[in-house]
C-alpha cells in the first residue's frame, strides 16, 4: 500500500484565490466605478457612453450599491419618471441642463457618404454628496406632456 503526503499547506490556495479577486476587484473598480465625488447621472450617462445600455438599470444599480446603498427608492424613482432602463433615463427623465450646455456644433464632416455632426462634450460632473443619488447641476428633469 502506497501513502501521499500533502505536502501543499492547505489554506495557500485559498490566499491565492483571495488575492486575484482583490485584484478583479479593484481594477473593476477604476473601470466601471463612480469617480470622485461623481453624480449618479453623470456615472450612468459615461458608462452607456461607454459600454451601452442592456435595457436594464445595471448602471444605476450598480452606484447605488457602490455609493448609495440607503437609496432604496431609485429605481421605483427614475421608472416614475420614465428611466426603464439606463439609457431611457436620458431620453424620458433627465436632459442636459440649458444653463450649462448648448448643444452648438462643433463640426460637420462627411464619414462614407453620411453627414456627420460632432457636438461640443458635455461639462465636467459638479459632483454631489456622498450617499446622494441626486443629480448635480448639469442635469434638469425633462419636461413631460404633449406639445
Same mark, same amino acid.
Given at each position: 500500500?502506497?501513502?501521499?503526503?500533502?505536502?501543499?499547506?492547505?489554506?495557500?490556495?485559498?490566499?491565492?484565490?483571495?488575492?486575484?479577486?482583490?485584484?478583479?476587484?479593484?481594477?473593476?473598480?477604476?473601470?466601471?466605478?463612480?469617480?470622485? @465625488?461623481?453624480?449618479?447621472?453623470?456615472?450612468?450617462? @459615461?458608462?452607456?457612453?461607454?459600454?451601452?445600455?442592456?435595457?436594464?438599470?445595471?448602471?444605476?444599480?450598480?452606484?447605488?450599491?457602490?455609493?448609495?446603498? @440607503?437609496?432604496?427608492?431609485?429605481?421605483?424613482?427614475?421608472?416614475?419618471?420614465?428611466?426603464?432602463?439606463?439609457?431611457?433615463?436620458?431620453?424620458?427623465?433627465?436632459?442636459?441642463?440649458?444653463?450649462?450646455?448648448?448643444?452648438?456644433?462643433?463640426?460637420?464632416?462627411?464619414?462614407?457618404?453620411?453627414?456627420?455632426?460632432?457636438?461640443?462634450?458635455?461639462?465636467?460632473?459638479?459632483?454631489?454628496?456622498?450617499?446622494?443619488?441626486?443629480?448635480?447641476?448639469?442635469?434638469?428633469? @425633462?419636461?413631460?406632456?404633449?406639445?
Amino acid at each position: 500500500m502506497t501513502m501521499t503526503i500533502n505536502t501543499r499547506r492547505p489554506d495557500s490556495a485559498d490566499t491565492v484565490v483571495r488575492v486575484a479577486e482583490e485584484i478583479l476587484s479593484t481594477a473593476s473598480m477604476a473601470v466601471l466605478g463612480p469617480s470622485g @465625488r461623481e453624480c449618479l447621472l453623470c456615472y450612468v450617462q @459615461r458608462m452607456v457612453a461607454t459600454h451601452g445600455c442592456d435595457t436594464t438599470l445595471r448602471f444605476a444599480q450598480h452606484f447605488r450599491a457602490v455609493r448609495a446603498p @440607503r437609496a432604496t427608492a431609485l429605481e421605483r424613482r427614475l421608472i416614475s419618471k420614465g428611466g426603464f432602463c439606463d439609457c431611457e433615463i436620458f431620453l424620458n427623465a433627465y436632459d442636459v441642463s440649458p444653463e450649462v450646455w448648448s448643444p452648438e456644433i462643433v463640426r460637420t464632416y462627411d464619414c462614407c457618404g453620411v453627414q456627420m455632426l460632432e457636438q461640443a462634450p458635455l461639462p465636467s460632473c459638479y459632483g454631489v454628496r456622498t450617499g446622494s443619488t441626486q443629480p448635480c447641476p448639469v442635469w434638469a428633469p @425633462r419636461l413631460r406632456g404633449w406639445w
